[in-house]
């Protein structure tokens, strides 16, 4: 059974760090793309960051140049390092695996954890 399962996330002022994990288990992890979504009260969810099952990765414009996603296939973990963060990445952050290949499609998600950053 698949399961995704977040942490590191917390509160933090502006302009501080933290970086959130995510461990998949139930999962061939290092053929899936891998991505983190984040959803703001009243907002519809919104990737920040996905990295290819190649480590290929890309960002939301609002995070380039303060957030980095990593994948680590050994643990079945991936990361997203966030530095200078500011109030509006307040959010619940999600994990997802994505795999997509000869007409086989699976997604999943975890259950979330909570961003907040003061000003």
């Known amino acids: 059974q698949a399961q995704l399962v977040e942490s590191g996330g917390g509160l933090v002022q502006s302009g501080g760090s933290l970086r959130l994990s995510c461990a998949a288990s139930?999962?061939?992890?290092?053929?899936?793309?891998m991505g983190w979504y984040r959803q703001a009260p009243g907002k519809e969810r919104e990737l920040v960051a996905a990295?290819?099952?190649?480590?290929?990765?890309n960002y939301a414009d609002s995070v380039k140049g303060r957030f980095t996603i990593s994948r680590d296939n050994a643990k079945n973990t991936v990361y997203l390092q966030m530095n200078s963060l500011k109030p509006e990445d307040t959010a619940v952050y999600y994990c997802?695996?994505?795999?997509?290949?000869?007409?086989?499609?699976?997604?999943?998600w975890g259950q979330g954890t909570q961003v907040t950053v003061s000003s």
């Open positions: 990295i290819t099952s190649g480590g290929s990765t």
């Open positions: 139930g999962i061939g992890f290092s053929f899936y793309h």
């Open positions: 997802n695996a994505h795999y997509n290949h000869n007409d086989i499609r699976r997604d999943y």
